[in-house]
């Protein structure tokens, strides 16, 4: 009897076939690059039922037509939920990896630039100059807003309160936490006006969608930085250029657009209240994720169902 067939389509493709065949040897595991699945041996792919990937390029599905499962690479789904060549049989798996404590580094580092003066700093030193004036912000009891409480956005909350900052998470609905307070994500604008940060770790889901819009910043201020590393389609864009300009937001840290990559000519490149990042915030490395997705290997490998596939309805 064969084995069970896995088709690996990743920038990272030779990284994780070796990693996935020394975990689960029960596996076939071939893959190719993006830029060179079309290419792929079309007379295994279709024995194949399983994917691994983050994108693919159109028409690479009509090779795979027994397709029954794919694993995402990473924690959002909206792009595979909202793609017409994937049948609605086909089960969708997250997974998020270590991605909390990657998004929690990124958040931190960010924030600890500003706080820690170190352009300033920097600018000093290029001159010769010691300035004793240039000290630390306190971010002791500065509130932090947290909205996508999940496992990633616990993790970024966690170590916004390791830097002494009154941390608030936002989700769906109200709900107990026994380290944090978790409210509505409808009542963020009552903390907009003295929160320090605004952090963004929810999914991309209609009720998200431009979520951080000239409504909600108008009632920011000149000390608030957003940070979003989540997704593209929860920040207006041309709105938050709005803040910038006129003091009702500080600063910008953002690692996703809605459409990637940045264009070379987007104003947001210049302008000097923003910070981009190439969609580095939560990096997909097997030593981090392989944890994650390695239940549901093994049991397509032993012929077992998919477990947690994504509520397509929810989209989460």
Not at 61 to 85: E, F, R, S, Y
Not at 251 to 259: G, I, K, S, Y
């Amino acid at each position: 009897m064969s084995q069970p067939r896995l088709a690996v389509v990743h920038h990272r493709a030779p990284d994780w076939v070796a990693a996935i065949r020394q975990a689960v040897p029960g596996l076939d595991v071939m893959g190719w690059h993006p830029r060179d699945a079309l290419a792929a041996d079309a007379d295994w792919l279709k024995g194949a039922r399983a994917l691994f990937t983050w994108r693919f390029p159109d028409g690479f599905l009509a090779m795979m037509p027994g397709l029954k499962w794919i694993q995402n690479a990473a924690a959002g789904v909206d792009h595979l939920l909202d793609h017409p060549d994937i049948p609605l049989d086909v089960a969708i798996t997250k997974a998020d990896g270590h991605f909390g404590l990657w998004i929690a580094r990124y958040v931190c580092g960010h924030l600890l630039f500003e706080a820690q003066m170190i352009d300033a700093c920097r600018q000093a030193q290029d001159t010769h100059k010691w300035q004793g004036r240039l000290l630390p912000e306190r971010l002791h009891d500065k509130m932090a807003l947290v909205v996508g409480f999940g496992r990633i956005g616990r993790h970024v909350g966690l170590a916004l309160k390791t830097l002494g900052m009154v941390v608030h998470g936002f989700a769906t609905r109200d709900r107990r936490d026994p380290e944090f307070q978790v409210h509505s994500v409808e009542s963020l604008t009552e903390y907009i006006p003295t929160a320090r940060v605004l952090v963004l770790c929810a999914p991309a889901l209609e009720s998200t969608k431009g979520l951080v819009n000239a409504r909600l910043l108008a009632g920011g201020n000149p000390d608030l930085t957003l940070i979003n590393a989540a997704r593209g389609s929860l920040v207006a864009l041309p709105d938050v250029l709005d803040a910038l300009d006129n003091g009702q937001l500080g600063r910008a840290v953002l690692d996703v657009f809605p459409n990637e990559p940045l264009k070379p000519d987007d104003p947001l490149w210049s302008h000097p209240k923003v910070t981009i990042t190439p969609h580095h915030a939560g990096p997909t490395t097997p030593e981090d994720m392989l944890p994650d997705i390695l239940p549901n290997l093994l049991a397509y490998a032993e012929g077992r169902p998919i477990q947690g596939a994504v509520d397509r309805a929810r989209r989460y």
